[in-house]
């Protein structure tokens, strides 16, 4: 099907549709999005199209200014035009794909379809985001064309973020429709598409909503706080820190609720359908309109007070009483246990062994949710990979049931359920006695999964335009060390990948990328990836180690760690090897240094990037400060002011500020058009990056060290003093701040020059260690360092 997508109109401006209209404007769609005319308008004012798109234009504003943002930049807001239903639908005319986004109740959807009938062109596609409602029941009575035509796009709140999209297709729609949609999602939306069945919930609620109402039941049974429930259920297991009962007060009980009856009511032959019963507490809470955050409290209730050390007072919901309690923190021998256990599968075995009744909650839920899925395929999915993509993406979990089980081990996961009444699918039972220990296995870099209907293991689709490293780990690896790894990634391409604590940058990944680019031009590779599968790319340089040494005074040793530093870094950009970055997550401090020298970064859109090294008491010093003096000077014309250059690179560092999104990241000066490129799969980067790397390396030619950079000398320094006092009386800077701000206009003008030269690289990069020493030195500093180290935030001091 060669289908190209140019506009989009949503129909609907709640909270879903203006978030998936914020998403299609992200891609660079033009989106018209209608809602409906206010019921309560005079005559009078159904004159005034302001007030008659009052509603939608509320909503429109609502998203933008939405936290965290809707848009990658705010910027993307003009690609999206309002309307109403009554005046403008026939501007969906001319719109390649519509998608409605209105009230789940079947009579209304069908209304808003016949309007859609009217004027839309044939070919056209229709898409429906329901999150339960059957996708066929919405197309009786349409068209052929449009029945065609027409499936359900199921996105998860807020789109931008959440990664999963259910394609949800009826016996009627053309099967190319949705290969479109599903390499669609994939390519340009950014999305993991999951192929589902019409059934009830589809996937992701289906079994997220299982498993939550299975942890509800199983808390009053074992007798556990919710408190110690959600921290036992949160990222201990792999899951986001809201745990179960947050999660429950974010959704909304109201809608949790409606999901947990649709299953009881619409799925007769869930043999689990029984336990997804509405506990008494819960609806306590329903009948006393306790919603969750919407209304302000759920399980959790905010007091507006804070104790003694400044935290706000949350009081928790006692299961037994129905009344609220002060929270306590969680104290079991498993969660301490789980606390000492970095990696996840070990994490995740111990508290399944655990014998208190954290590991009680933790072995049971997890043996329910084993039988739970495995009787969901046929029904709901014919593949069970697809079961773990909606988890993970829908739900945020680090890995989805059929990995979790893959980490129990298969025959312990049948036992486990086996002994607490629950019924295990054959197929899983026909597996095991066939030999197959694993549900997945990786071959010859090519992931598979157990397919019950071949009996075998078969690749998982999609994933061969994927580079999942943790696919390569069965070749011996190029070179290694305890803090990174050198993989060949193919066609004669090596991808660098850190492996210390958070991606930290320490003294091994700075000695690895090093040995991996002399690897590379000496032993003929065509160039290098510097890239990770990781949440995060990297978290910055290695605090902890900075520290130490500055806590000890070993001065010597910590100059020689910044310029091994200064000097990587330098490597990635004079090398005879093109070095292109593959950045996700938090691009942070050294990270966002090393990926500003490389010949290119490929960039996820959803990557956080940024010298944040203000808030640590520190100027970045890993040639960040240079670079930038570099790239004001690159940017400097005849007859240019200059001046109001240099001042914008300076409150970029003096004021820590992090792009928010990768395209923000190039309003901040830390990625360059034409050089740099953005993607919206962040499982695409690695990829991506090595085919930059290959169209980099046929004429690949190494650049040379420059000594042609224009600084200001004295002339900038004043200005910048005159900037750095000016952020003190506006209050976003402390005495210590200007301390730093200072070393940062320092560099950032060569120093105290009588007036404007050029100067070498080298030349700043010791200016910027210096400063960077001298800091080190300063009590505050330290203070900053600690206090963050502890508390995982900034201290302003």
């Not at 109740?105 to 999150?131: A, M």
């Not at 990995?403 to 486990?416: L, N, R, S, T």
């Not at 030999?435 to 071949?454: C, L, M, N, Q, S």
Request: glycine fraction near 10%.
């Amino acid at each position: 099907m060669n289908k190209r997508i140019k506009k989009v109109a949503v129909l609907g401006s709640g909270l879903m549709g203006s978030g998936i209209a914020c998403q299609l404007a992200n891609i660079g769609l033009n989106v018209l999005m209608l809602d409906i005319v206010p019921f309560d308008l005079t005559e009078e004012q159904k004159k005034n199209p302001v007030l008659r798109n009052k509603i939608v234009a509320g909503a429109l504003d609502t998203a933008l200014k939405s936290k965290p943002a809707a848009l990658y930049d705010k910027n993307f807001a003009h690609r999206i035009q309002i309307g109403n239903f009554d005046d403008d639908m026939p501007k969906i005319a001319d719109a390649d794909w519509i998608i409605e986004v209105v009230v789940e109740r079947l009579d209304i959807k069908k209304q808003v379809f016949e309007k859609v009938e009217k004027y839309r062109k044939p070919g056209t596609l229709i898409t429906s985001n329901t999150s339960g409602i059957p996708i066929h029941m919405m197309a009786e009575g349409r068209s052929e064309d449009f029945r065609r035509n027409f499936c359900g796009t199921h996105f998860f709140n807020p789109p931008r973020y959440m990664r999963l999209l259910e394609i949800i297709p009826t016996p009627e729609t053309d099967p190319k429709i949705i290969d479109f949609l599903m390499d669609y999602g994939d390519r340009y939306l950014g999305k993991q598409t999951v192929l589902c069945k019409d059934t009830p919930a589809f996937i992701a609620n289906r079994v997220g909503v299982y498993a939550m109402a299975k942890i509800y039941q199983l808390t009053t049974q074992i007798g556990l706080p919710i408190e110690a429930v959600d921290a036992l259920t949160g990222p201990a297991i792999g899951r986001p820190k809201t745990g179960t009962f947050r999660l429950g007060d974010l959704v909304g009980h109201d809608t949790a609720a409606n999901v947990i009856k649709g299953i009881r009511v619409n799925c007769p032959k869930d043999e689990q359908a029984g336990a997804l019963e509405i506990p008494k507490y819960l609806q306590f809470l329903l009948d006393n309109k306790f919603l969750g955050n919407k209304s302000g409290q759920g399980f959790y209730k905010k007091t507006g007070q804070k104790d003694a050390k400044g935290k706000p007072i949350v009081l928790s919901l006692n299961l037994e009483t129905l009344e609220y309690e002060s929270s306590v923190r969680a104290n079991l021998p498993s969660l301490n246990l789980a606390k000492q256990i970095e990696e996840l599968p070990q994490r995740v075995r111990a508290l399944f062994k655990a014998e208190d009744k954290g590991g009680e909650l933790i072995r049971r839920s997890l043996a329910g949710l084993f039988a739970y899925v495995s009787n969901r395929i046929p029904e709901i999915s014919d593949n069970l990979y697809s079961i773990d993509d909606a988890l993970r993406t829908g739900f945020a979990w680090e890995v989805g049931p059929f990995q979790y089980w893959d980490i129990i081990g298969i025959e312990k996961g049948i036992k486990a359920a086996e002994a607490q009444g629950e019924i295990v699918g054959e197929w899983v039972k026909e597996m095991v006695a066939g030999g197959f220990k694993t549900f997945y296995i990786a071959e010859h870099g090519v992931k598979k999964y157990y397919d019950p209907r071949t009996k075998s293991y078969q690749p998982v689709a999609g994933t061969e335009q994927f580079i999942i490293l943790d696919n390569h780990r069965y070749k011996k690896p190029v070179y290694e060390n305890a803090e990174s790894v050198l993989h060949d990634i193919g066609d004669g391409v090596l991808c660098f990948e850190f492996r210390s604590k958070a991606n930290a940058i320490g003294e091994g990944v700075l000695r690895g990328l090093n040995e991996s680019i002399q690897i590379a031009e000496e032993q003929g590779w065509k160039g290098l990836v510097i890239g990770n599968n990781a949440t995060n790319f990297t978290v910055g340089a290695n605090l902890m180690m900075v520290t130490m040494m500055a806590y000890e005074q070993e001065w010597d040793e910590l100059n020689f760690a910044i310029n091994t530093f200064q000097q990587t870094v330098m490597r990635c950009r004079y090398s005879s090897i093109p070095v292109v970055a593959a950045t996700q997550g938090y691009t942070f401090g050294g990270g966002c240094e090393t990926i500003m020298h490389c010949d290119a970064a490929v960039c996820a859109a959803e990557s956080y990037i940024g010298m944040v090294e203000v808030g640590v008491g520190l100027i970045p010093g890993g040639g960040g400060t240079k670079e930038f003096a570099l790239r004001a000077s690159d940017s400097f014309f005849d007859g240019d002011v200059q001046i109001p250059t240099l001042i914008e690179k300076f409150k970029t560092i003096a004021q820590a500020a992090v792009g928010t999104s990768a395209h923000e990241a190039f309003g901040l000066g830390y990625l360059q058009q034409k050089k740099d490129i953005v993607i919206v799969n962040k499982d695409r980067n690695i990829a991506e990056a090595k085919k930059k790397v290959l169209e980099l390396a046929d004429h690949y030619v190494m650049p040379q060290r420059r000594k042609d950079v224009t600084v200001l000398g004295r002339t900038g320094l004043s200005a910048l003093y005159v900037a750095a006092h000016s952020l003190k009386l506006g209050g976003y800077a402390t005495e210590h701040d200007i301390k730093i701000a200072k070393k940062i206009a320092f560099v950032l003008c060569g120093g105290d020059l009588t007036g404007t030269q050029k100067v070498s690289e080298q030349y700043l990069l010791d200016l910027e260690r210096e400063a960077f020493l001298s800091l080190c030195g300063e009590q505050k500093t330290l203070e900053r360092i600690q206090y963050t180290l502890l508390n995982n935030k900034p201290l302003r001091n």
